[in-house]
Structure formats: C-alpha cells, structure tokens
C-alpha cells in the first residue's frame, strides 16, 4: 500500500518540479523509506530527518524546547513546528512530520497508545508558508501497524493537497 | 531477519548503555525504521539522518564537498566521512553509514548497482574516534532486495563490533 502511495506521491512531485522532506519520530525514518523505495526518487527528495527524542527535535529542525514542554512531544503544536522547521531546513517545497505513541508502552489516559501527530508545511502561491496539523486515533493496534498506518496517512495527506 | 538483529543490537546497546546513530542514503531511512521498529528503542536512539542529496551529506553531516567530488558519493571516504560526521553531531557511541547504488539506474563500469559503502565510526576507550569503511557488491539483485541487504548488513556489523 505505501509503495504504491509513495510512487504516485513521486510521480506527481516529479511532474510538478516540487521537492519533499520528511521529519518523523514513531515512524522512524519509514516515510523516508517508503519515498526512497522507488527509484527516481532523488529527483523529489533530499533529506530526511529522524527526530526520535525530544533534543533531536530542538535541534535538527528548531522546534522551541518550551513548545514540548509545555504541549508534550506527540501534539499538533509539536507537529506544526517539525514540519515548518523541516521544510526551512531542507529548503523543500513540501514537509511531512509525524509525531505520536506507537507503543505498547508510552500511553496515557490524555494520550493513549496509538495516537499521532500529522504536520505538513507547504510553501503557497505567494512563497508564503501554510502548515496544518491533524490528529489521528488508531487504537492499540500493535506498534508496527501503528507505524504502517501512518506512513500511509502521511504519504497520502501529501498527494491530497498537491493534486 | 533485520527485526532479530535490530531486537539484538538495542538489547545490547541498553546494556553496555550506549547510544547509535545512522545516516543514510542508498536504505533511505530504514536502518533507523529497523531500529525504531523496537520497543525501547528511544533508550538508545536519538537522531537518524537521510541524506539522499550530496548536499545533504554535506549540510547535515559534514562530509566535505571535496571528498564527494573526488571519490565520488558512492565510496569508502564519503562512508566514513558520513559515519564521523553523524557520531559528532548526534553526540552517539557508534554511528552507521550507508552510501551505494540501489539501482535499477545508476551503476557504471566502475561502480555498478549493487554496489554499497558502509561506515562505522565510534569512540574508543580513550575516548579517541575510530572510523571503519567496507564495501560490498551485491549485484543487480533488485533495488529492495539491496536495499533490505544493506540494512541487515549494517546492523550485523555494529551488533559485531559491540559484542
């Protein structure tokens, strides 16, 4: 499923002359490698970072220490903040950021296992920067599904708002 | 196969308390995705690099661009340029590195696909930095099937030199 994601998300990348980058905590590096899988792939990606602990976000792509400390790690807040600082840093046109409790340790009753943070930061018409941020509650379905399911949601948020 | 060496590597890393890094560029990510893909691992891991780009094996991990345009980014300098660079900037033990061709293009007479450079730096007792680069030619086995051999054989070398 993400391979076949992750060739149309290039394909259209391609066409469109855009460059993506991609910043992830529980998944790992795994979008990177989804986008990566396919060969022409350097033509739309040049980096990608893996921000597994809180210092690695501060310090890779600039999200404010005061940011995780007061909204936590796996927030839209943080999400926003990796995606924004992604894409500054890679000089991308496009930047996906994850960010969430694959478990099965981790959870909380505010959040529990399997929630995930969404971020994509994007460049506008006007070279203006529009980021969102989203949500999403997959339940504790085990750590890899957790993780696949995002890499999925995260391939196929990128080729909804570029098509 | 590359879950039951990732399972080994963090195992032996929580108990030696040492932390890893990786920089990636041919696996794209997914010797950091192998790594996360184990429970606990934020014990041991904290930052993952992909640089597919020349530049950004220059930006994020300091591989001069000379050494690129000399030896090429495919070859046993730019590996251990990636590995030092990536141990120093992550503040890691050990740090891996993966620069090759995945194919299906790409591969010359001199380097064909298949062909791939690792890199494992770490610190010494002394708190000196030792570096150590190998190459492997995998042949025109399928840009996954190098990819997935890539991974496992930089996890089987650092689960070696740990051990």
Redesign the interface.
Known sequence: MSTILAQELVGLLSAQGKRIT?V?S????????A???I????AV?????????N??KT??VHVPQTLIETHGAVSLQVARAMAEGALRE?GADIALSITGI????GGSADKPVGMVCFGLSRSGRKGEIITEAKVEQFGAIG??AV?EKSVELALSWALKVLS
């Open positions: 991609t992830e529980c998944t790992g590096g795994l979008v990177a490698g986008i990566t899988a060969s022409g792939s350097s990606f040049d980096y990608g970072f893996v921000t597994y602990s210092t690695a310090r890779l890679a694959a478990g099965p340790t750590r890899d993780r």
